[in-house]
């Protein structure tokens, strides 16, 4: 079995092991019972994301998955409640703590782009969705990205309708040291929003609603080699919903978020992949 390549699991895997033993103690007090790791619980919740299945699912592949298990020294198999309550468990801090240490193998550039996406909250079930009067059944989540690797570099969620130009500085705010660059489209476009970019010393390349001429000669003016990466936001929102589901299966809202912010590890993850696969790292 040894003499067997690496698959893209396999690779995944140990790629979330090595992110886990960055950003995670082996455990969570010294009062624990130590069956099984913090940092194996995010593994595991990282592999379910990346396969797209149920914690049953899972623990069912898992029995016919020895070198996954070994990658993940796992000596016994969780059962699905034991993940369902680790994910419980793993508080929103901790998921952004992983988000930000899975970009240290991407070579972030400060060109970043902000866009709102997306995720249908109604796909569990219909039945609950109508029982609790959900008048939104989409969750707007908004990604900062890096223009040049593609990688997030945060997430913004909300079940309401806010405007974008409302979440932005939030975003910004919170990102300051990462963005040299902030590329928005229309929808971005507050003199608000410009003018805390240029205090936080980002240069904002935001496209104005052409009311005037006056408008359109600024949009003419914007740099297009940098404005132009802006697609790459809708690039990134596509490839998350495609590969990891546009939906989110949780009935509390807290966890909504959460699974959101997992679905951008994984994301992250399959990006530093994709990178050392073209440095050559991987045959």
């Known amino acids: ?3 067997l390549p690496k698959s893209r699991l396999l690779r995944f895997v ?32 990282c592999l379910k994301v990346k396969k797209t299945t149920t914690y049953r699912d899972l623990v069912d592949e898992l029995i016919e998955m020895p070198r996954i298990r070994e990658a993940i020294d796992l000596e016994s198999i969780p059962t699905p409640s034991t993940l369902c309550k ?34 249908e909250r109604a796909h569990a079930s219909a039945h609950y969705t109508k029982r609790t009067n959900l008048t939104i ?6 990604l900062l990205i890096d223009t040049a690797t593609n990688a997030v570099l945060d997430i913004h969620v909300t079940t309401t309708r806010k405007h974008d130009t ?7 705010r919170r990102n300051a040291g990462s963005i ?34 006056l408008h359109k000669a600024w949009n003419a003016r914007l740099d297009s080699d940098f404005y132009n990466r802006r697609n790459m936001n809708e690039t990134v929102n596509a490839a998350i919903k495609q590969k990891f ?15 959101l912010v997992i679905k951008c590890v994984v994301y992250n993850l399959e990006r530093s992949l994709a990178v050392s696969h073209e440095r050559g790292e991987y045959q």
Request: overall charge positive.
């Open 180 to 213: 040299a660059v902030l590329t928005g489209d229309k929808g971005y476009d507050d003199e608000n929003l410009r003018q805390l970019a240029r205090d936080l010393n980002i240069r904002p390349l935001i496209k104005y609603r052409e009311f005037t001429p």
């Open 137 to 142: 059944q989409q969750l707007k989540t908004t």
């Open 1 to 3: 079995m040894d003499s």
């Open 166 to 172: 409302q979440i932005a500085p939030q975003v910004v």
């Open 86 to 119: 680790a994910f419980d468990r793993l508080e929103m801090a901790v998921w952004r703590v992983l988000l930000n240490v899975s970009l240290a193998d991407l070579s972030v550039t400060g060109v970043t782009g902000i866009d709102a996406s997306g995720f």
């Open 245 to 259: 589901g546009a939906f989110v299966r949780s009935r509390l809202w807290w966890k909504q978020f959460r699974g």
């Open 14 to 45: 140990e790629q979330a092991v090595v992110l886990a033993r960055r950003a995670m103690p082996r455990f969570s007090t010294r009062y624990s019972r130590k069956r099984f790791t913090l940092r194996q619980h995010v593994v595991l919740l």
